[in-house]
């Protein structure tokens, strides 16, 4: 069976960090809930792994405007809602916990506070900042780590394709997730 590993960051703030840039080598995905400023942060990102990414209330210019202000993506029979702030978000997910449009993901960031929270079945992620440390708190990022529960893995491509997935593509899923706090 293929574990898919993302990689999951948000206010990065113009900074892309060399300790982050390692931590994030090799895994399938990368995932930015915003907050990037600078598209040159998302343009290094893509030199490791493909990149989902989201507008924050700091990204402005033109290079800005590219970028959704909310995400909806399927990885390897997970579905994903991502977003700057988690708030309306975090609601949609809660009421999109069951049925045929299940939600098993909800990542978002702004506040800098990282947050892992089971809730309704869902999973809520903020990675925290990647970024400059702000509010005393620790640089970290988050790794969300798929697991297909059908016994067969994902497809070779890791299922990344980014077409609705149903339920039944790849069996259930199993999602879970860790904060890392970055050194240095």
């Avoid at 840039?21 to 809930?33: S, T």
């Avoid at 493909?50 to 909806?72: H, I, K, M, Y």
């Avoid at 900042?129 to 988050?142: D, L, V």
Wanted: aromatic share 4%.
């Amino acid at each position: 069976m293929k574990e898919v590993v993302v990689g999951v960051l948000s206010d990065t703030h113009d900074h892309l960090y060399p300790e982050v840039r390692e931590l994030l080598e090799g895994v399938d995905h990368i995932v930015h809930a915003g907050d990037v400023c600078r598209p040159e942060i998302l343009s290094a990102l893509r030199a490791i792994a493909p990149v989902t990414a989201v507008r924050g209330n700091c990204d402005a210019g033109a290079w800005a405007e590219t970028l959704p202000v909310r995400a909806e993506f399927a990885l390897c029979g997970a579905r994903f809602l991502l977003g700057h702030m988690g708030g309306r978000l975090r609601d949609e997910a809660d009421v999109r916990s069951t049925g045929a449009e299940r939600v098993h993901v909800v990542i978002f960031g702004h506040s800098h506070q990282a947050l892992v929270e089971q809730r309704n079945g869902v999973l809520h992620l903020n990675p925290g900042s990647a970024g400059p440390r702000r509010y005393g708190r620790p640089r970290t990022i988050a790794f969300v780590r798929i697991a297909p529960g059908g016994g067969d893995g994902c497809d070779e491509d890791g299922g990344m394709g980014g077409a609705p997935v149903d339920e039944g593509a790849h069996g259930p899923v199993r999602v879970s997730a860790d904060i890392v706090v970055v050194e240095g």
